[in-house]
C-alpha cells in the first residue's frame, strides 16, 4: 500500500479517495516542495492563526491551523500540510486533527 492509499483509509476517502477515477482529491489539495519547517516559519507572518497542531496521520506527519488568514483581505480558514516524504500537500479547507 503506498502513502496515498494509506492516507486516504485514514481519512476514510473524505479527502482522498484511491479508487475513484484511479486515485482522486475530493478537496483543494496543492503539492508543494516546501517542508514542514518552513510552513511553520511562514505561518508566523500570516495576518492571523490560530496555534499550531502537529500529528501524525497513517504514518504521515502533519502540520494543521484550525482558522488561518495568511494576509490580509483574504478568507480565514483550516489549512493542513501532510508530508508525503519528497512533497507535500496543501489541504485547504482542512484540520487534519479532526481525523484522529
Given at each position: 500500500?503506498?502513502?496515498?492509499?494509506?492516507?486516504?483509509?485514514?481519512?476514510?476517502?473524505?479527502?482522498?479517495?484511491a479508487d475513484y477515477n484511479g486515485g482522486e482529491w475530493m478537496i483543494e489539495a496543492v503539492q508543494t516542495a516546501e517542508t514542514l519547517a518552513d510552513w511553520e516559519e511562514s505561518s508566523r507572518k500570516w495576518n492571523e492563526r490560530t496555534?499550531?497542531?502537529?500529528?501524525e496521520i497513517a504514518g504521515?506527519?502533519?502540520?494543521?491551523?484550525?482558522?488561518?488568514?495568511?494576509?490580509k483581505?483574504?478568507?480565514?480558514?483550516?489549512?493542513?500540510?501532510?508530508?508525503?516524504?519528497?512533497?507535500?500537500f496543501v489541504l485547504h479547507g482542512t484540520d487534519l486533527t479532526n481525523f484522529q
Open positions: 500500500m503506498n502513502n496515498l492509499q494509506a492516507f486516504a483509509e485514514a481519512t476514510r476517502n473524505e479527502l482522498f479517495d496555534a499550531m497542531k502537529s500529528g504521515l506527519p502533519f502540520r494543521a491551523w484550525s482558522r488561518a488568514q495568511p494576509l483581505g483574504m478568507p480565514r480558514d483550516s489549512i493542513s500540510v501532510v508530508d508525503f516524504g519528497d512533497y507535500r
